[in-house]
């Protein structure tokens, strides 16, 4: 049934991600392959308001388990509107952020415990994992500076956590990356951008050549 690659981008703030993964999309439309970009939490209409309500930094109240709802709530429109349709046409499909996201900020971050936030994605996602993952790893303070270098970029609520919120987030991933060895590939984010671009580009062209 699903004859596309479901390719998704991970990394704490300010690691490139969106930036990389938007260059790889023109770079392999450009190779002549049917590519789609796409973010979470968003990328189709309902999800986009889902955005807007856990990330308002008016939202100060809002209760862990309820924020983890909310991104597998987004999650799973998105999947069913958009993604899963995507895959079906044999789109390689980039997506900005995925499940990784919620076990690494609301799992370990937030506390909630990793387990309990891959129970309730599990319901969200029905067994629809990437086939790769590329980890932007970078250090948390290297990507805050970068964001921060942008005055114009909207400031979101999960962006005024404390350093400690974001040390931890780091530290979700690679205990993910320990967890999921052969699917995420971890790439050195603190590189150039063309560096870390053409690390990318070949993890991604290799994952395609297996297929
Ligand atoms: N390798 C790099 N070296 C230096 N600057 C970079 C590099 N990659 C991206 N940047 C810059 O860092 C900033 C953040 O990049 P980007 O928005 O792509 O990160 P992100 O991982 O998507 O962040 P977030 O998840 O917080 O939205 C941008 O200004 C981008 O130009
Ligand atoms: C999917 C997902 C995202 N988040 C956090 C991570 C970021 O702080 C924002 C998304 O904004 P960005 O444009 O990617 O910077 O939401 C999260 O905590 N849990 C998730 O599942």
Not at 71 to 94: D, S, T
Request: proline share 2%; net charge negative; hydrophobic share 40%.
């Amino acid at each position: 049934m699903e004859n596309g690659i479901f390719i998704t981008a991970e990394g704490p703030e300010g690691a490139g991600k969106t930036t990389v993964i938007t260059m790889l999309a023109e770079s392999l439309k450009a190779d002549g392959y049917q590519v789609m970009y796409t973010r979470e939490p968003g990328g189709i209409e309902i999800a986009e308001q889902i955005r807007s309500v856990i990330l308002d930094t008016n939202n100060t109240s809002m209760d862990a388990r309820t924020e983890a709802l909310l991104y597998a709530a987004a999650r799973r429109q998105h999947l069913v509107e958009k993604v899963i349709p995507a895959m079906e046409k044999g789109y390689i499909i980039l997506c900005d952020r995925f499940i990784d996201s919620s076990l690494a900020y609301q799992g370990y971050a937030r506390g909630l415990g990793m387990e309990n936030v891959l129970t309730i994605n599990q319901f969200a996602i029905e067994n629809m994992m990437p086939s790769l993952t590329l980890y932007f790893d970078v250090e948390s303070e290297t990507g805050l500076a970068r964001i921060n270098q942008h005055k114009d970029r909207e400031v979101n609520r999960l962006d005024l956590e404390t350093l400690q919120f974001h040390h931890l987030v780091r530290e979700g991933y690679h205990k993910l990356v320990q967890a999921y060895p052969d699917r995420i590939q971890v790439i050195d984010a603190g590189k150039s951008l063309e560096e870390v671009f053409s690390e990318a580009k070949k993890a991604v062209i290799k994952k395609i050549s297996a297929q």
